[in-house]
């Protein structure tokens, strides 16, 4: 997969989904099958990169003193 294709988190399941479909269910060769398997695991990469940018983006609510404070979840020290 290019890396110009710009796919979003949903975009890029359904193609694993299809790899993974593929890969248990044709005959495929041993060359077609590695292939498949090296771009799942960059797809499988692109995700977990696409959750961890997910995760830094959201706010967590803190409760000081009773009041109510919105901070950006950082997960960099």
Same mark, same amino acid.
């Given at each position: 997969?290019? +890396? +110009?294709? /710009?796919? %979003?988190?949903?975009?890029?399941?359904?193609?694993?989904?299809?790899?993974? %479909?593929?890969?248990? *269910? @044709? $005959?495929?060769?041993?060359?077609?099958?590695?292939?498949?398997?090296? /771009?799942?695991?960059?797809?499988? +990469? /692109?995700? *977990? %990169? $696409?959750? /961890?940018?997910?995760? $830094?983006?959201?706010?967590?609510?803190? %409760?000081? *003193?009773? @009041?109510? +404070?919105? @901070?950006?979840? *950082?997960?960099?020290?």
């Amino acid at each position: 997969m290019s +890396k +110009k294709e /710009e796919l %979003n988190f949903e975009e890029l399941m359904i193609k694993l989904e299809d790899i993974t %479909n593929r890969l248990e *269910n @044709e $005959k495929l060769s041993l060359d077609e099958s590695v292939k498949l398997f090296e /771009e799942g695991m960059e797809i499988s +990469k /692109e995700c *977990n %990169n $696409k959750l /961890e940018d997910a995760e $830094k983006k959201i706010t967590i609510l803190i %409760n000081e *003193n009773n @009041e109510i +404070k919105e @901070e950006d979840f *950082n997960t960099e020290v």
